[in-house]
């Protein structure tokens, strides 16, 4: 069930709040009627997956005991505990691709599984790996297998993140005060549902349809329409994702959980640190916290080209997360190698550069890397990019007779959107701004 769909806004949800609220006069236990209501909306997309969701909850649970039950294997039980999770995410997500590479590699003819891609496995994994690594820490101590279960599969933040942390999440949940219906929350809950509601229908929805339609002639670009053509993927794909997060922080809010934040106007970076500090800052938090820093302490000796290096593996890591295609894993080096100039710059280059040309540069690094993400064969791939920096084109009146180009300043809506969008990224307070005005 999707977030913006009639299903989810005129039933589910309205449901859900109703039984939330006042289903002790069920004699329910209000935790129960989420996990039941949560497992009900993942199954909506395929009911086929429910089972994998529920072993790896069970799975998860069955090592946190395992962990805090004062036996001396504790640091084994977690390593197992993590490399269990990363092999489920492997087998359903990567299977075929590591078979596709193979056969090319070494000119073998192995069949795919064609194993079923189980909805938001990339971040119930990411958030269980989170969850064993915290209470290994000793964070959590005393976790009742209902409430680990809400954890996972509360449904606002199950299908696109946030990545939330149990410590985070359950006080909520168990402060009883959050059990009665809260009519500020309800109103900036719906308020936030409806921005996200927008951001996903109008702008990524009409957006969208130019971009596929690019896509599908991209031998007709020029100069011109290439650059219009990345642009309104970048403001499809921010208001996309970040419309989903504001329909599930929405839908959160309703029910009086807030969500962490996850997007802080990315569009408004001033380095690639500074982006990935504002954009799925979950997924950053994730991937410095248990991935780059336990990377970082296994090395004898720390240096600065030691921890660039990590970087750039870090966002291997973090491109391949993304999907099993090449193409996410040059988005990642990319971003990797960009990262690496950006620390390069702030170490050793003494001059200052205008806070406008650090926002220009970096939008056009953002942007540019959104093509690796979009596009799935390299060959096109460079062909935008060529297409991009084709100047001559420019000279040569390629840009006048532009049949693409052309369709984006005909279709006077698309056009207005596309002009909104830059207003919107540029000039606008985001969505977490506004709830933390409640």
Not at 37 to 44: Q, V
Request: with cysteine; hydrophobic share 55%; glycine share 4%.
């Amino acid at each position: 069930m999707l977030f913006y769909t009639l299903p989810y806004l005129l039933f589910f949800l309205p449901i859900t709040l109703v039984l939330f609220f006042y289903g002790k006069f069920l004699k329910i236990d209000r935790k129960i009627i989420l996990i039941l209501l949560s497992a009900f909306f993942y199954s909506w997309w395929n009911i086929y997956y429910l089972p994998l969701i529920i072993f790896s909850i069970l799975m998860n649970y069955y090592f946190y005991k395992k962990i805090t039950s004062g036996n001396p294997n504790r640091k084994k039980n977690l390593i197992f505990g993590i490399t269990l999770n990363i092999l489920l995410l492997i087998i359903f997500k990567y299977t075929d691709f590591i078979i596709q590479n193979i056969n090319l590699l070494l000119s073998t003819n192995i069949s795919y599984l064609n194993l079923p891609f189980p909805l938001a496995i990339s971040f119930f994994t990411f958030q269980s790996i989170t969850f064993l690594v915290n209470v290994y820490d000793e964070d959590l101590l005393d976790v009742k297998a209902k409430d680990f279960f809400l954890f996972i599969i509360f449904f606002p933040q199950l299908i696109a993140g946030p990545i939330v942390r149990y410590r985070h999440m359950m006080p909520q949940f168990n402060n009883e005060s959050n059990w009665m219906f809260n009519k500020r929350n309800f109103i900036i809950g719906l308020i936030i549902l409806f921005i996200g509601l927008v951001k996903k229908v109008y702008f990524a929805g009409t957006l969208s349809e130019f971009v596929d339609m690019g896509h599908q002639n991209l031998g007709e670009l020029s100069f011109l329409s290439s650059w219009i053509l990345s642009l309104s993927f970048t403001f499809e794909f921010y208001f996309d994702f970040s419309g989903y997060v504001d329909m599930a922080t929405g839908s959160a809010l309703m029910l009086n959980i807030v969500l962490p934040q996850n997007f802080n106007s990315p569009l408004k970076a001033t380095s690639v640190i500074d982006f990935w500090q504002r954009w799925h800052m979950t997924l950053t938090y994730f991937l410095t916290t248990f991935i780059y820093y336990p990377l970082l302490k296994s090395l004898k000796q720390i240096n600065f080209l030691s921890t660039m290096l990590i970087t750039f593996c870090v966002f291997l890591i973090a491109g391949i997360w993304h999907g099993p295609s090449w193409n996410f894993i040059l988005f990642g080096a990319f971003h990797g190698l960009g990262l690496i100039i950006n620390h390069v710059y702030k170490r050793y280059l003494i001059f200052n550069i205008s806070k406008f040309i650090l926002w220009f540069l970096t939008f056009n690094f953002i942007n540019i890397s959104f093509i690796f993400f979009r596009t799935k064969e390299i060959e096109n791939i460079i062909l935008i990019l060529k297409k991009m920096f084709d100047i001559k084109s420019f000279f040569y009146g390629d840009l006048l007779i532009d049949k693409l180009s052309m369709k984006f300043f005909n279709d006077i809506n698309l056009f207005i959107c596309f002009l909104l969008s830059i207003i919107v990224c540029m000039a606008f307070k985001n969505s977490y701004e506004l709830i933390n005005k409640r």
